[in-house]
């Protein structure tokens, strides 16, 4: 199987499950325990998040707190942030962030969404002109996960911070975080990442916060665990794979993506026009080629391709059970080309000949396509 | 004294000459529905009893005779010794210390020296004895203690009628091909028959890949929560997506539904006349849709000789819903996966089609030959 769904999940690493298994089956206690296992559990969870956050932040500056996925990273951060006036976010986000803007309108919050362009990256000027003196949170995707594009998030907190300095920043980081170089900046405030994308368990996330911003609340209350901010016993297993996952993406983040925007344009080059469209730009994240096979259903041809050996996605794999993708709706594609989109998403060991493999399998599987 | 669940069947007792047949298949259906379950199944003259169970187990086995078909009532109780002692011994268990109650008093063994009026007296007093702040109450009692004085030495003593669901025992009216889609209705025709005694086979068609695996777990799912009432052991299906192709191909559009219809009923008239089944059981509700017009019906029943059930024929889509909630099929059903009729579903479907057009355009496929080639994609799935 040529898996090319990345942007779903990626397959555990071996070497971090290997080396994190210690943590499974020896040193199983909990890191609150105050002999020396429980030390040994918590050291790691302290290793852990020192070098996680020092991949994108100063660790001086920021903080980290382990989570269980990057969804639960998304809403902490949300409901904390946004309690009075209006909350600023785009019509590009992951259901994460967009449901929970949904929700906040129950909570007496008003929800406000700045329109894409057709790449699925936000209009910026328009974002920011929904900004204004009652605004308490603005959330901007870093990299879409249904385009790849990529939003300038420490631009656009820079100019939000100019217009309103009291507004909170969060950004979901979940398909940036091991793939493209970044730094948080201090107009960032909060930063949500997940394990699984890297090639670690689904399971763990984390949120990211300036130390400056002190108004973050607990999701859930109990044992105190993560500075009270997220109560439950850690997921130390989880967390170890999450470190060594880390260890390996970030050891080769700039060669990974420079080899897989080669393959990205590979694929792309081999596609034949007349049954593809691109939708992801040509600057975007080089994870994730979006297409579009007009007229022919995305969901049948991905079948037909795991048939045929290779794996992808259709849009966001969270929402598959809704016909069309809300995020490329909004970037202004008919039906016709929301009904055959394709999400092509890579991961380090894809090679060139994986591109080519998978390109020849989606002609022929456009191609025999015999329904509507 | 014994705890026992007492099981009181229901219409097999207007069975004449063959209602040994009827209590042999109940009885069998009884057993099977308590399997893995410690318990002893006696029959006694009109009733089941449900004996030497842990009582852990007593809620389970409970829930799991109530989705019996022929069950018309069960009650959890007492069998004792039918002395007064006895008798009062189980009352106090089953009555509780305070409130307004009455004793009902059933006598099956007519030389009992006591009436029932004269027991129910006796009895309601001595629990009023045992508990003073109890009060009688004949008309609107909170508690009711029934005595059932049986022939054999003993009463079952008990305090309420539990509803059973009814019908006739599954197997006693032969077995039926069940053609089930993953919406809601047809598990609830699926149920219907089995109410009325018919043995259910599960037949379901998809269109993979236009359809995708989790809509056919779905129709598993379906089937499992399903055969908590009506037994059968596995969800055959078989892959009709050629046939689709090329009828959307070859044929007028309006037609991809009628046509596809006819397809479906041949395989599975072919199903059933391997499995012994001796008709096909759909969901379809008059005018419910474009396919299920009285034209539509003519169109499909033309292509086979088999009879075709549709016991939800005249049922509105809210009272089907009811059952279906009822039955718990309700929220399976309606997860949103698509079924192979809405793939290709046509713009503008007809609604009454002419025989002799369907038959105009069927002719221009190798009819034979595709139903061969869906019948050998046929795949069988267990349930448990």
Wanted: hydrophobic share 40%; aromatic share 8%; charged share 25%.
């Amino acid at each position: 199987m040529i898996y090319l769904d990345n942007a779903a999940t990626t397959r555990p690493s071996d070497g971090a499950l290997t080396r994190a298994k210690y943590f499974l089956t020896d040193c199983y206690y909990n890191p609150s325990a105050l002999y020396h296992g429980g030390a040994e559990a918590a050291r790691l969870i302290s290793e852990a998040r020192g070098f996680l956050l020092g991949q994108i932040a100063d660790p001086a500056l920021f903080s980290l707190v382990f989570t269980s996925c990057g969804s639960e990273a998304d809403n902490q951060a949300i409901f904390s942030a946004a309690r009075r006036g209006n909350a600023v976010t785009t019509l590009g986000e992951h259901s994460a962030v967009f449901e929970s803007y949904k929700e906040l309108k129950n909570r007496g919050v008003e929800p406000r969404f700045a329109p894409l362009h057709a790449d699925g990256s936000v209009d910026v000027d328009a974002l920011l002109a929904l900004v204004d003196e009652k605004t308490t949170l603005v959330s901007v995707i870093h990299v879409s996960n249904e385009t790849g594009a990529i939003n300038d998030i420490a631009e656009i907190a820079r100019r939000v911070k100019e217009k309103n300095p009291r507004t909170v920043f969060l950004s979901d980081g979940v398909q940036a975080f091991g793939k493209i170089p970044f730094r948080m900046t201090k107009d960032i405030d909060l930063y949500a990442v997940s394990a699984h994308k890297i090639g670690a368990l689904k399971g763990t996330g984390a949120l990211i916060r300036r130390k400056g911003y002190t108004a973050l609340t607990p999701y859930i209350h109990g044992g105190g665990q993560e500075n009270g901010l997220r109560s439950g016993t850690e997921n130390v297993f989880g967390i170890a794979c999450f470190l060594y996952a880390a260890q390996e993406k970030f050891a080769t983040l700039s060669e990974d993506a420079k080899r897989l925007e080669t393959c990205k344009e590979r694929l792309w080059a081999l596609l034949d026009k007349d049954l593809f469209m691109r939708i992801s730009p040509a600057s975007g994240s080089p994870y994730i080629l979006t297409v579009s096979s007009q007229g022919r259903r995305g969901e049948t041809l991905q079948r037909m391709l795991w048939d045929m050996g290779v794996a992808v996605g259709t849009g966001s794999a969270c929402n598959s059970k809704k016909p069309h993708s809300r995020v490329l709706e909004a970037c202004g594609y008919p039906a016709s080309v929301l009904d055959g989109v394709l999400r092509i998403s890579f991961c380090p060991s894809n090679t060139v000949e994986d591109a080519e493999a998978a390109a020849k399998a989606m002609n022929e599987a456009a191609r025999a396509f015999g329904g509507v | 004294m014994e705890k026992v669940i007492i099981v009181r069947y229901a219409e097999i007792h207007l069975k004449g000459k063959n209602r040994g047949y009827f209590e042999h298949i109940f009885c069998v259906n009884l057993e099977k529905a308590l399997k893995g379950l410690r318990h002893e199944l006696r029959r006694t003259s009109g009733r089941y009893l449900v004996a030497a169970f842990d009582e852990a187990d007593a809620e389970e086995i409970c829930t799991r005779i109530s989705r019996v078909f022929g069950v018309h009532s069960y009650s959890k109780g007492y069998r004792v010794p039918n002395d007064l002692d006895g008798i009062l011994e189980a009352a106090l268990r089953i009555c509780p210390a305070s409130g307004t109650f009455k004793v009902d008093t059933h006598r099956a063994d007519k030389r009992y020296p006591m009436t029932s009026p004269q027991l129910n007296a006796e009895i309601g007093a001595r629990l009023l004895d045992a508990h003073p702040s109890l009060r009688v109450d004949v008309h609107t009692p909170e508690h009711v203690v029934y005595l059932d004085i049986r022939e054999d030495g003993t009463a079952l003593v008990f305090g309420s009628f539990e509803e059973g669901v009814g019908g006739m025992p599954v197997g006693t009216s032969s077995k039926g091909v069940l053609l089930i889609s993953g919406g809601i209705d047809s598990p609830v025709a699926g149920y219907m028959m089995a109410k009325r005694g018919m043995e259910v086979e599960y037949l379901h068609f998809h269109s993979y890949p236009y359809t995708n695996e989790q809509a056919r777990d779905k129709v598993i799912e379906l089937a499992r929560i399903l055969s908590r009432y009506t037994g059968g052991e596995f969800v055959s299906t078989v892959k009709v997506t050629h046939i689709q192709e090329e009828i959307h191909k070859k044929c007028a559009a309006e037609l991809n539904v009628t046509l596809l219809r006819r397809f479906m009923f041949r395989i599975a008239e072919c199903v059933a006349r391997k499995k012994g089944a001796k008709c096909l059981i759909t969901g379809e509700s008059l005018g419910q849709v474009a396919s299920q017009t009285i034209e539509g019906i003519t169109s499909s029943n033309a292509v086979v000789t088999l009879p075709v059930l549709r016991p939800l024929i005249g049922f509105d889509k809210e009272e089907i819903i009811l059952r279906a909630k009822k039955i718990g099929t309700f929220e399976t059903s309606v997860l949103p996966y698509e079924d192979c009729c809405t793939v290709f579903l046509p713009e503008f479907p007809a609604i009454k089609p002419k025989l002799s057009f369907i038959e105009e355009e069927e002719a221009k496929l190798d009819v034979d030959a595709l139903v061969q080639e869906a019948l050998d994609s046929l795949e069988r799935f267990p349930l448990h």
